[in-house]
């Protein structure tokens, strides 16, 4: 696979830094040990799916992971390696390993070039215990983990979707908060960026995703592709701190019963009012067309019935953009961020059009301790005035709140090198199913130790 060579490639140029003239390389060992409860750890809204021992678990997550990094004039790296053990209390049945594996390369070919490169693959067995960001909600927002996230989990550093994907790129695939069914899941991209004159800059991406259930009837595979360009200038001669971009995208989306392809443009800027206050915001439209394949069942005489498969084209046009209110004190920092667009929903077994609104908030209480609070609610739907997505009639919607409080070790901080810290957050979120009318919900208690020290700095 394409997404495997790339790491193969960043792999070489970790192990031989010499070869790109190495200026910094790091490595950073990881590990944590995480003590949960988890009122459903299914967490399905079909009551038929029960376990002989309950919904509810105690379950531990072992976890070990290392992030190597190379930095050159030219050339940014990052290789990350993470496995998860989770062991439960009284489903031993579930026991299993989660495997993380992502990489990124940047390189500086002119002044004004660049081009990167970023590959992921992971392996889970339960997604409903991991921290899985929902579709269309910004880089590093975790439903049961309030904090900013570590090397290697989505959103971080060498994480899906951290730093590095580059500006206006869409996540690949993303998913809803489903039952707990094994789940593989890969993303690549490919993007360059050039520098027109100081105002003005140019990117065009191409990123791909991939989802497999493994031996699931319930649940389609599914692969998604996006091209985007955006066109970014700065207008601070007008207004101070005033920038403003176009986008442009293409998507498609394959599931074994659809096919989804669609074209959209949007127009935003962000501005900083001052030192603490900021806003960005993007308005625009989707022309999307689908093609569904349906099973139709016609009665014949005598007593007889013919399947026929049948094809459905449909088009039709939607509106997206966002807008989000940022806060950055010395203390404290939050935003209020609403989201619509075309997504693929993985695990409702379709495309859909997604709204979603976030409330983010954190707070330094000194240098050590710190809380943070995070509330979402989205909604799915495939079936609008205008637009048919999916053969699957999806109507979900899904909300979770969670907080908690770290504590960071002040003799690490003290040191300027490595991170230990101690965490306790509760997390609770529900989906219901508006279509078969049936909801879940959970709440989930955590306590987890991290330890991380980086060497060769």
Same mark, same amino acid.
């Given at each position: 696979m394409n997404c495997r060579r790339w790491l193969m490639v960043i792999i070489v140029l970790q192990c031989y830094p010499s070869l790109?003239?190495?200026?910094?390389?790091?490595?950073?060992?990881?590990?944590?040990?995480?003590?949960?409860? !988890?009122? !459903?750890?299914?967490?399905?809204?079909?009551?038929? @799916?029960?376990?002989?021992?309950?919904?509810?678990?105690?379950?531990? @997550?072992?976890?070990?992971?290392?992030?190597?990094?190379?930095?050159?004039?030219?050339?940014?790296?990052?290789?990350?390696?993470?496995?998860?053990?989770?062991?439960?209390?009284?489903?031993?049945?579930? !026991?299993?390993?989660?495997?993380?594996?992502?990489?990124?390369?940047?390189?500086?070919?002119?002044?004004?070039?660049? @081009?990167?490169?970023?590959?992921?693959?992971?392996?889970?067995y339960n997604p409903t215990l991991n921290i899985i960001p929902l579709p269309g909600l910004p880089p590093g927002l975790y439903p049961i983990q309030p904090f900013p996230p570590l090397p290697g989990e989505p959103g971080g550093p060498g994480g899906p979707g951290g730093p590095g994907t580059g500006p206006g790129t869409p996540s690949p695939t993303a998913?809803?908060?489903?039952?707990?069914?094994?789940?593989?899941?890969?993303?690549?991209?490919?993007?360059?960026?050039?520098?027109?004159?100081?105002?003005?800059?140019?990117?065009?991406?191409?990123?791909?995703?991939?989802?497999?259930?493994?031996?699931?009837? !319930?649940?389609?595979?599914?692969?998604?592709q996006n091209v985007t360009a955006v066109v970014t200038h700065d207008f601070s001669q007008y207004l101070p701190y005033l920038k403003g971009w176009l986008n442009l995208n293409y998507n498609y989306y394959w599931l074994p019963d659809s096919r989804n392809n669609g074209i959209s443009g949007t127009v935003g800027f962000s501005w900083d009012f001052n030192e603490l206050w900021s806003i960005s915001s993007s308005i625009g439209a989707t022309l999307q067309r689908s093609e569904l394949f349906v099973t139709q069942f016609i009665p014949i005489p005598p007593g007889l019935i013919l399947v026929a498969r049948e094809t459905l084209n449909n088009s039709g046009w939607s509106g997206v953009g966002g807008v989000s209110l940022n806060y950055k004190g010395e203390y404290m920092n939050g935003s209020l961020t609403y989201n619509k667009g075309i997504t693929l929903a993985s695990g409702l077994n379709g495309a859909a059009v997604s709204d979603s609104i976030v409330l983010q908030a954190g707070y330094s209480l000194t240098r050590e301790w710190s809380t943070a609070l995070t509330a979402a609610y989205q909604t799915y739907r495939s079936d609008t005035s205008n637009l048919n997505l999916s053969t699957n009639n999806v109507n979900y919607q899904t909300f979770f709140i969670s907080t908690g409080v770290r504590y960071m070790l002040p003799e690490f901080l003290r040191a300027g090198t490595g991170r230990t810290s101690l965490e306790a957050f509760y997390g609770y979120n529900v989906n219901h199913d508006s279509v078969s009318h049936?909801?879940?919900?959970?709440?989930?208690?955590?306590?987890?130790?991290?330890?991380?020290?980086?060497?060769?700095?």
């Open positions: 790109v003239w190495g200026d910094e390389f790091r490595l950073v060992p990881a590990a944590s040990i995480e003590q949960q409860y !988890n009122s !459903n750890i299914l967490l399905s809204t079909d009551p038929l @799916i029960v376990t002989p021992s309950g919904k509810g678990d105690f379950v531990t @997550i072992v976890s070990l992971g290392a992030d190597m990094v190379e930095r050159t004039e030219r050339l940014d790296t990052d290789l990350l390696v993470r496995f998860d053990k989770l062991i439960y209390a009284n489903h031993g049945d579930l !026991n299993d390993t989660n495997q993380t594996y992502s990489g990124r390369a940047r390189y500086q070919v002119t002044p004004q070039l660049g @081009i990167s490169c970023e590959a992921a693959y992971t392996k889970n998913g809803a908060f489903l039952e707990a069914v094994p789940w593989r899941h890969i993303t690549a991209l490919l993007a360059a960026n050039y520098q027109v004159d100081e105002t003005t800059s140019a990117t065009i991406s191409y990123s791909y995703g991939n989802d497999y259930y493994y031996n699931n009837p !319930n649940y389609q595979n599914d692969s998604s049936t909801k879940a919900d959970r709440n989930l208690f955590t306590v987890r130790l991290h330890v991380e020290y980086p060497f060769f700095e």
